[in-house]
Nanobody, 125 residues
Framework: QVQLVESGGGLMQAGGSLRLSCTAS????????MDWFRQNPGKEREFVAS????????YYPDSVKGRFTISRDNAKNTVYLQVNSLKPEDTAVYYC??????????????????WGQGTQVTVSS
């Protein structure tokens, strides 16, 4: 079993930046592809980033490409999501996830092994 704890969310200003962290306990993340998703009430959980087990490959959907950067530090069992040029539409609960997939790509919620509890990001204009 893996426990994932996200942090770094909060109330942000549009145009600013933030870095979310996701730290795991219970098992090493170093062999897993890791993802970030986000969700707003009444909407489906949306994939926003994926990173390979060694950090060598990443994938972003077009909707966030160029503003979002996923990274990882396997020595710290932690995955990060850097978000720049924040927009009000980035407001959501952000979740990190251990993927079932062996490679990065456009992943879906049903392809997740474990979820974190989420961290709220609110961007004001």
């Amino acid at each position: 079993q893996v426990q994932l704890v996200e942090s770094g969310g909060g109330l942000m200003q549009a145009g600013g930046s933030l870095r979310l962290s996701c730290t795991a306990s219970g098992r090493t993340l170093s062999t897993y592809t890791m993802d970030w998703f986000r969700q707003n009430p009444g909407k489906e959980r949306e994939f926003v980033a994926s990173i390979s087990w060694n950090g060598g490959s990443t994938y972003y959907p077009d909707s966030v490409k160029g503003r979002f950067t996923i990274s990882r530090d396997n020595a710290k069992n932690t995955v990060y999501l850097q978000v720049n040029s924040l927009k009000p539409e980035d407001t959501a609960v952000y979740y990190c996830a251990v993927s079932r997939k062996a490679v990065v790509g456009l992943h879906h919620p049903y392809e997740v092994h474990y979820w974190g509890q989420g961290t709220q990001v609110t961007v004001s204009s």
